[in-house]
DNA sequence: GCTAGGTTTTTTGCATTCAAAATACAAAAA
DNA sequence: TTTTTGTATTTTGAATGCAAAAAACCTAGC
């Protein structure tokens, strides 16, 4: 039977928090005051500060002892080492979907390219971006190591932020649609080398458009 | 001038419990009773549990809500998937530290290969597995990212209470051996290819070896 | 007007307390 | 004897309270 877990306060908060973070309304740098936030969430501060102990170790916010609580504002040193370790890892389940990935996943892969080339077309940028990640994740899901999941995910919201801030901005049309057609080709061929380089390289391009608009 | 920040009483539970379960002091599967653990500390329960959810995160151990926490058992799976992922990432900072290491780091990483040589011939085994985690280690630092570095070290927290196990036992010199040889090699050659193909095989060769262990 | 020093206020860290859920236990019924 | 049900105890989750550190403020002196 299925078991009902009441959820506890403070997992509601991290993710709460999580979303305020990862969408902006917490902007890199917002001091956290407890006091403030437990009012506006209608808690007290212990579960508070059990879920701000979550999200540090998630590396979504700094805590200074004595000092409080702040949104992580990420240098560029380490915008430019996350999306190097991400293009690494998202390489390698490249490889491994190779190996794995079921005849199901790449028509659903291909469908979700139709569907961006449609937006891109109708000049839809946030359907265009969204199903792109999607595109992304379900490779991601293909390579089928959960571990790798994980660590794939939680790196990603860590760059959320600035992933939200160049969606508003055109990309490289013809190059990321090119890039896009060698990834299913290559994952058609089952070529686990051949895809990781073009998605280490794609990443790579990603993280020199969103470090330019950092710099601005 | 440095600041020295007193240290947090929950950082410092943290780092206690954390060595207490990569040394397996805290078996996998315990059960950890928050009373009883604050007793042994001396502490209250507030920053003890604090501590606890900064290492369920770190994935050192499991909370399951109004049951309280224990000491991660991880099942054939996870541990399958978790050195898989680590294969990776090893790989990936092979293939940047060729980019990147120093004549200096070089060297050092030849004369803990000379040393492992000796203990191995001493009949060292805790010598011997203590320098070649260092060889890895210095591997992974020369990659110059801490990003990447943060995950490498986080992923072999949890597998470190395994490698506990399975350091008593004598591995297959001749072709660990070899493998740091021709690593070295790859390394003075500037051949990240290479280098990342030895380190991701040496990896799964210890998977496996483990793997064994722990089905005993 | 600006700085230095001290005082007040706020904020954080930790201990304690209270409430709710889970577990252990014992007695009664099958 | 085994199962079930009601009660007591333990354990966890969350709120409150208190002390220490940091920040804000205010006054005196230049």
Known sequence: MLRVERQRLHDVV???????????????????????????????????????????????IDISPNRGASVSRMSELEIRETFELISGIEAFAGELACERITGQELSDIKSLHDAMVVSKNQNDLPGYYQRNQAI????????????????????????????????????????????????????????????????????????DAIMLMVRE
């Open 136 to 207: 992304h994740d379900l490779i991601n899901k293909a390579a089928r190591n959960s571990e790798l999941r994980q660590v794939y995910l939680s790196l990603n919201r860590r760059i959320q932020a600035l992933r939200y801030l160049s969606n508003h901005q055109a990309p490289k049309w013809d190059r990321a649609l090119r890039d896009h057609e060698e990834m299913i080709e290559a994952l058609e061929a089952r070529d686990g080398k051949t895809l990781s380089e073009i998605l280490r390289h794609h990443l790579l391009d990603k993280r």
């Open 14 to 60: 991290v993710e709460h928090l999580r979303g305020f973070i990862t969408e902006g309304i917490l902007p890199p740098g917002k001091k956290l005051n407890e006091r403030e936030l437990c009012e506006t969430l209608g808690i007290s501060r212990t579960p508070l500060r059990e879920a701000l102990k979550v999200l540090a170790v998630e590396g979504l």
